[in-house]
């Protein structure tokens, strides 16, 4: 049973992580003009994707220095799903399902 949860959990980190990417593609169309935003369908789904991903990357844009323009916040938010979140996951399911803490310690 707890396999099945951190299996769920997993698959919703990594589609949370496709979110991200797909919300700075959307914004980098958006800002060069090859998506129209004033389209009711595409707003939506900008507007969405925005809504979704903002409140992980801005704590990371507030941190990051600027760039004169370029977000870097995206790619350091997948870096550190796939670096420190995934992971982490997998040791805590390996601590909880082998019953001790060895796994936790790095």
């Known amino acids: 049973m707890i396999e099945i949860l951190f299996e769920l959990l997993y698959y919703v980190i990594n589609l949370y992580k496709w979110a991200i990417i797909l919300a700075a593609v959307f ?3 958006a800002a060069f003009g ?8 595409v707003w939506m ?11 992980v990357l801005a704590p990371i844009r507030n941190i990051l220095p ?3 323009g370029i977000d870097f916040s995206p790619w350091v938010a997948v870096i550190l799903i796939q670096i420190v979140i995934v992971p982490m996951l997998f040791r805590i399911e390996l601590a909880i399902t082998g019953g001790g803490w060895r796994p936790l310690v790095f």
């Open 45 to 55: 789904i900008g507007d969405f994707l925005y809504r979704v991903t903002e409140p």
């Open 66 to 68: 600027s760039f004169g």
């Open 34 to 41: 090859v998506l129209d935003t004033r389209n009711r369908m």
């Open 27 to 29: 914004s980098m169309l």
